[in-house]
């Protein structure tokens, strides 16, 4: 993935926003399961790729079987979870991984640090966005590209986010999506 801005799309007008972008992968989310194939159609009949945030899928259990059935019958390009058995299965399948993980203190740091460890993911979203001051300390355990997610919505936090270490940023304001 060379992309900075990883649009979150979570209806139908954000997709449109997307779709007339020149940016290749989103990441989709908070859409039923029901709706998702034809997201993810309409997504690839426009030369795009989409990651999924299996979590946040209304009727899909978030985890290895899930995961599974995403990347098998949808040919998701990957997958984001807070669920190492879900990341591990994107790694079986060769799909792209992003764990996901929330700093709200030092416990919650330590103890996905040693999750990530185990389950090596492609990248890791940090949450908030704005958790780049641990970026080092991350990087200090374990070497894998950080994404920043959750709140980002305007061109300085993105740019803030970039400049501090961070390899990209999820957000779902359209306006900061043209950011390079």
Not at 75 to 102: D, E
Not at 121 to 128: F, G, K, Q, S, T
Not at 154 to 172: K, P, Q, Y
């Amino acid at each position: 993935m060379n992309q900075k801005i990883l649009p979150a799309i979570s209806n139908y007008k954000m997709l449109e926003k997307f779709i007339k972008t020149d940016l290749e992968y989103c990441v989709v989310m908070n859409f039923p399961l029901i709706q998702l194939y034809r997201i993810c159609k309409m997504i690839y009949e426009n030369d795009k790729k989409c990651i999924v945030h299996i979590d946040l899928i209304k009727g899909l259990a978030s985890n290895e079987y899930g995961a599974e059935f995403l990347i098998d019958n949808y040919k998701v390009s990957g997958v984001i979870s807070i669920h190492p058995s879900v990341i591990k299965m994107a790694h079986k399948k060769k799909c792209i991984s992003i764990q996901r993980i929330f700093i709200i203190d030092s416990l919650s740091l330590n103890r996905s640090i040693s999750i990530a460890k185990k389950c090596k993911p492609d990248y890791i979203e940090l949450l908030p966005g704005y958790s780049y001051e641990v970026e080092k300390a991350i990087h200090k355990e374990i070497n894998v590209p950080l994404i920043g997610g959750g709140l980002i919505s305007t061109v300085e936090m993105v740019d803030r986010c970039l400049e501090n270490g961070l390899a990209a940023v999820t957000s779902s304001e359209p306006s900061v999506w043209s950011v390079r």
